[in-house]
C-alpha cells in the first residue's frame, strides 16, 4: 500500500510561515481527494484542506486566506504552505486521501510561538 511520508514542520514565531511536503511512496495522481490534516493536543484530528485531482481546493475556515494547498502528481507529492501562521495552528500535520484513507504518517510537528 501507498506510504506516507510528511515533512517539514518545525518550530516558528507567530506570523511565520512553512511550507509541508507529503512524500507518497505511490501514484496519487488517481487519488482524487488530497487531503492536509492536522491534531493538537488533546484534540480530534480535523481535515484543514484538500485538493482534487482537477486542482479545486477547499478549506476550513480557519485557515482561508493563509495556506495554500497544491499538488505534484509527477512527484507523488502534495503540498501545504502556510503563511501568517498563528499559535493556534500548533500541532501534528498529516496528509491523506479523504475517502479511503491510506495508512497513516507519522506526521510533521508544528509549533508557533507567541
Known amino acids: 500500500q501507498v506510504q506516507l511520508v510528511e515533512s517539514g514542520g518545525g518550530l516558528v514565531q507567530a506570523g511565520g510561515s512553512l511550507r509541508l511536503s507529503c512524500a507518497a511512496s505511490?501514484?496519487?495522481?488517481?487519488?482524487?481527494?488530497m487531503g492536509w490534516y492536522r491534531q493538537a493536543p488533546g484534540k480530534q484530528r480535523e481535515l484543514v484542506a484538500y485538493?482534487?485531482?482537477?486542482?479545486?481546493?477547499v478549506y476550513v475556515d480557519s485557515v482561508k486566506g493563509r495556506f495554500t494547498i497544491s499538488r505534484d502528481n509527477a512527484k507523488n507529492t502534495v503540498y501545504l504552505q502556510m503563511n501568517t501562521l498563528k499559535p493556534e495552528d500548533t500541532a501534528v500535520y498529516y496528509c491523506?486521501?479523504?475517502?479511503?484513507?491510506?495508512?497513516w504518517g507519522q506526521g510533521t510537528q508544528v509549533t508557533v510561538s507567541s
Open positions: 485538493i482534487t485531482s482537477g486542482g479545486n481546493t
Open positions: 505511490g501514484i496519487i495522481a488517481s487519488i482524487n481527494r
Open positions: 491523506n486521501a479523504v475517502f479511503s484513507p491510506l495508512n
